[in-house]
């Protein structure tokens, strides 16, 4: 297959995988097995593309131009092949998970729900593998309006309240900043393209070029920076399955990574070392990194104290991002897979618990370890991989984000990534520890609890063992992070 | 020989047809005549657009009477444009009237109705080929009275009410173009517009012709439902029978935009038109429109009413391009009303679907109703994240170019407001969608099918043209770029 033949697949796929699923929508077990091959070869072909792309096979394609100079492109680049990898492998497990889970919890209207994730997968492999702003744009607004019903899915009046701010916050930052950024951009640079080293520099006073960043940031809604991050929270009333795939992994992730692009390909790294164009605006993850974490504290349902902290987590990569030297780039694009590894794990387990004892409350969960031994034992070590502990992957990109601090002279950020750790811990770490050593509150007994499903342990079992596997073999990761950091 | 009396025959035909189809007997021929009649005109505009599409003019001599003495036809890339939008929009209404019609007129107004349909389309049609600016108020007059009867024609009784409303404001601005129209007359002795043209600049600081063009330009404001003389828009549409609230919505309002292009650009000297506060009036107007009526929008509760107040705000844009008065905006105002067309016409069909269905459009009596009816749920979506302006879709494309158009001058304040309205459509698209999807049904709701092929057809047809539009423009903004030079708007 040509590289072109191959990315239009892969982008394809999921969309044909959802045609699939209406289509066998009447019989379940069917329905299932077809979102379980198109996740299968979805995996596979990015596999494949991430194989051939470190050989050095170049992939672009184009569909044509809506508006003159503006085409709708796909071009893959190491910081967009690392997204696709972690959304187009974690598909497949999230399927396997979302099976047990969706038929455990007795949930209606799957034909809609799996559509509507096949169709949120194809939007994000499209996000990674823009070729341009627009592109990204345009495929960034569809994974919006995808996962609407998804977060709605129960139809309750939570849901739908959840739902609208969800709707209305990503949409209307994406179309009243975002949108106008690009805009302008493209008035400034008379393109759109991604480019290594960026399209801005010397076409703009850096004064503005801070405005204009700052009109990225906050417009990026789905990077969930602070006071923008409320419908992370608010989209926690979906399915557990979709909280961790989209809500830990591709949506968010979507979010970080356009801001990842925008730093290093629209602005280049180079152009905002040299003028300092995020030097005040830094401080607002920073601020996202302590706060979120400090609000996660309080937080006593699950879901949302996870919510919290994926924002939080989401500002590390931010913070990388900006900080723009060379290795805060590449800690910045491996915690991008990192943190989607560990904060699947936390999520599936937090489903599991849920599936099985129906508990939303971190306070009700004394004493349910020695019940869940697998659900809490990949519980701990997602924290732990979380907290940046050896012998966790989470470790390898705070090491990078922390020494790009230290390279840039940022102090007092490294002292924010240090307390924010202390912080995971204070938050996190207890659940499992009290989990398994706490005595159940109020005489409960847990006899008769039994471990969830098995194809919700299974997707738990694999996301923590690569956990694992990310701390002893980084090797991969390590080098599309600083292919995308620019070179090797 | 065909080719030369093309535009003379796209208004003819359907004027010798309105007769005969008024004396068709009941049944389905009144409605057979009718689309023959559409579809042939339809190829001819076709036909018509491709012959000025190289920037060429056709100039028809009415009775073969020489210009300015007798009436001219004037073609070019304009006036062919919005033919052919008038033209296709009203085949492309008809597959879809057949069912509804028969379900919302009773019978024995059938052959009546088709006929008022016919004369509202040779109104249309002749507003956009006359090149005479009495001849143009003749064909207005012949559209609005055939659509007040048609509007009246709603099974409600406030359907007689709102077309009165209507009539009167109609009649109003009918007149004032009138007056104006006799004022420039008194001070130029013509009524041809390329003659008007070009005797205009002597006259042009003559409190008469100031005047004159002040009562033309309301009379329009009125007929184009610029804010704040919308007024009448909103009944109208609720109330009219669906099928005439779509070929209204996608046609009526967009050929008054032609008009006051027309007028402002070719009519009157450009430096006559920026003396006066015209282009501050009209970027005040649009921005007060998009911000107000969209609010209103978003307050409605039925969802006819909803739209209809979503096209004054849309209407605001097109009224804003023209006001920004560059080459880019105005290209914008040209692009969104034939995107607008689209959008309108795909949503209001979808909702005449639910009508068509259920009896209404009560927000509340559409709880649900997107489990049952799947395909018209995905043209309102569709239609929907058009009229939002989401990438991917024809209303992307033109708030672009007015966003970029808004921008040039550095009008930033235009911008925050566009992008603004924006988000109120996505609050009142958001409010018809979660009714008809997330929302339980009321229990002692029937069991409701798809709505019949016929009508899906047809709004699907449109609702693909939105994405169509949305992914190649060549054809939307290739053709109003040629407008534009046409038009001949100086380059800011």
Avoid at chain 1, 57 to 74: K, N
Avoid at chain 1, 173 to 195: E, K, N, R, Y
Avoid at chain 1, 306 to 318: D, E, F, K, N, R
Avoid at chain 2, 385 to 399: E, Q
């Amino acid at each position: 297959m040509s590289a072109e033949q191959l990315m239009m697949l892969t982008l394809l796929l999921p969309l044909l995988g959802g045609v699939g699923v209406v289509v066998t929508g009447r019989f379940p077990d069917l329905r299932e097995t077809v979102t379980l091959i198109t996740a299968s070869a979805t995996a596979v072909l990015v596999l494949m593309i991430a194989s051939r792309f470190l050989n050095g096979e170049i992939f672009f394609f184009s569909l044509g131009e809506p508006v003159p100079g503006i085409a709708i492109a796909f071009e893959i680049e190491a910081s967009g092949m690392i997204f696709a990898l972690v959304a187009g492998l974690l598909w497949i497990v999230t399927s396997i998970y979302a099976i047990g889970y969706m038929r455990g919890h007795k949930e209606e209207n799957l034909t809609r729900f799996f559509t509507a994730f096949a169709v949120a997968i194809s939007c994000a492999l499209g996000i990674a593998f823009s070729a341009n702003l627009f592109t990204l744009f345009l495929f960034y607004e569809l994974l919006t309006l995808s996962t609407y019903p998804l977060v709605a899915h129960s139809g309750t009046a939570e849901a739908r309240r959840g739902g609208r701010i969800y709707l209305g916050l990503l949409l209307g930052t994406s179309i009243g900043l975002f949108l106008l950024a690009i805009i302008i951009t493209w008035l400034v640079a008379g393109t759109l393209d991604f480019q290594e080293g960026g399209i801005l520099a010397g076409k703009f006073d850096p004064a503005w070029a801070g405005l204009l960043y700052a009109l990225f940031l906050f417009g990026i809604g789905k990077a969930a920076l602070m006071p923008f991050h409320r419908w992370l929270p608010a989209a926690m009333v979906a399915p557990t399955p979709v909280s961790a795939l989209l809500h830990a992994v591709a949506v968010v992730k979507a979010g970080v990574f356009t801001l990842f692009k925008v730093t290093s390909q629209i602005f280049g790294s180079a152009y905002i070392l040299s003028n300092d164009v995020t030097g005040m605006l830094v401080w607002a993850a920073a601020a996202t990194i302590l706060l979120a974490s400090l609000v996660a504290m309080t937080k006593d349902n699950l879901k949302a104290r996870l919510a919290y902290s994926t924002v939080s987590q989401l500002s590390y990569i931010a913070m990388g991002a900006m900080l723009a030297s060379k290795t805060a780039l590449i800690g910045s694009a491996m915690h991008i897979a990192m943190h989607a590894f560990s904060k699947i794990t936390l999520f599936f387990a937090a489903g599991a618990i849920f599936v099985v004892t129906h508990k939303k409350l971190v306070s009700e969960l004394d004493g349910l370890g020695r019940a869940m031994p697998i659900t809490f034992g990949a519980f701990l070590i997602g924290t732990l991989s979380i907290i940046g502990l050896p012998p966790f992957g989470g470790l390898w990109s705070k090491w990078y984000l922390a020494s790009g601090a230290v390279e840039t002279g940022q102090l007092l950020l490294l002292g924010v990534l240090m307390i924010s750790t202390l912080l995971n811990i204070a938050y996190l770490l207890p659940i499992p520890i009290r989990a398994f050593y706490a005595t159940p509150t109020s005489g409960a007994h847990y006899d008769e609890i039994k471990e969830a499903p098995k194809t919700i342990l299974l997707a738990m079992i694999i996301t923590s063992a690569t956990c694992i596997l990310l701390f002893f073999y980084p090797d991969p990761l390590y080098r599309l992070a600083s292919m995308a950091a620019g070179g090797l | 020989m065909m080719q030369e009396h093309t535009s003379f025959l796209l208004v003819v035909l359907p004027l010798i047809f309105a007769p005969i189809t008024a004396v068709l007997p009941r049944g389905r021929l009144p409605w057979l005549a009718t689309l023959i009649v559409t579809l042939t005109c339809a190829v001819l505009a076709g036909m018509q657009l491709l012959a000025v599409i190289d920037g060429g003019v056709i100039s028809y001599e009415l009775g073969g009477w020489a210009p300015p003495w007798g009436i001219e036809y004037r073609i070019d890339a304009l006036n062919a444009f919005m033919a052919l939008i008038v033209a296709v929009i009203a085949v492309i209404t008809l597959p879809y009237a057949l069912l509804s019609v028969e379900k919302e007129i009773p019978e024995h107004q059938t052959p009546l109705f088709y006929s008022a349909f016919l004369l509202c389309l040779t109104g249309l049609l002749g507003i956009t080929q006359t090149g005479d600016i009495f001849n143009l108020f003749v064909f207005l007059e012949i559209s609005s009275l055939s659509s007040y009867a048609l509007i009246s024609t709603g099974r409600k009784r406030q359907a007689q009410t709102s077309a009165y409303q209507y009539l009167v404001m109609g009649t109003i601005g009918a007149t004032f173009f009138l007056i104006g129209v006799g004022l420039i007359y008194s001070v130029t002795g013509t009524l041809n517009m390329m003659d008007l043209a070009a005797r205009l600049p002597e006259v042009a600081d003559q409190r008469t012709t100031h005047t004159g063009f002040a009562f033309i330009m309301i009379g329009f404001a009125l007929k184009l439902a610029m804010f704040p003389l919308h007024l009448w828009l909103p009944n109208a549409y609720t109330y009219a029978p669906s099928v005439i609230t779509v070929f209204l919505a996608a046609t009526a309002t967009k050929v008054a935009v032609y008009v006051m292009l027309r007028v402002l650009f070719t009519v009157f000297p450009a430096d006559f038109v920026s003396a006066t506060p015209t282009d501050e009036l009209f970027i005040l107007s649009g921005l007060a429109g998009i911000l107000i009526t969209s609010v209103y929008a978003a307050y409605q509760t039925n969802v006819k009413r909803l739209l209809a107040y979503s096209s004054v705000a849309q209407i605001g844009y097109m009224v804003l391009g023209i006001g920004l008065a560059s080459t880019l905006s105005v290209t914008a105002s040209i692009v969104h009303l034939f995107n607008h067309a689209l959008m309108k016409g795909a949503l209001f069909m979808a909702v005449g679907a639910i009508i068509y269905r259920i009896g209404g459009c009560h927000i509340d009596e559409i709880r649900g109703l997107g489990r049952h009816m799947p395909w018209t749920f995905g043209a309102i979506v569709i239609g929907g994240l058009s009229l939002i302006g989401v990438p991917g879709t024809a209303g992307f494309i033109s708030k672009w170019y007015l966003v970029v158009a808004a921008l040039e001058q550095q009008m930033w304040l235009v911008v925050a407001v566009i992008l603004a309205g924006s988000l109120i459509a996505v609050v009142y698209v958001g409010k018809v969608l979660e009714a008809l999807y997330f929302k339980s049904p009321a229990d002692d709701m029937p069991a409701v099918k798809e709505a019949p092929l016929l009508l899906l057809v047809p709004t699907w047809a449109l609702v693909l043209a939105n994405v169509y539009f949305g992914l190649d423009t060549d054809f939307s903004v290739g053709m109003a770029g040629r407008a534009v030079e046409a038009l001949g708007v100086s380059a800011k």
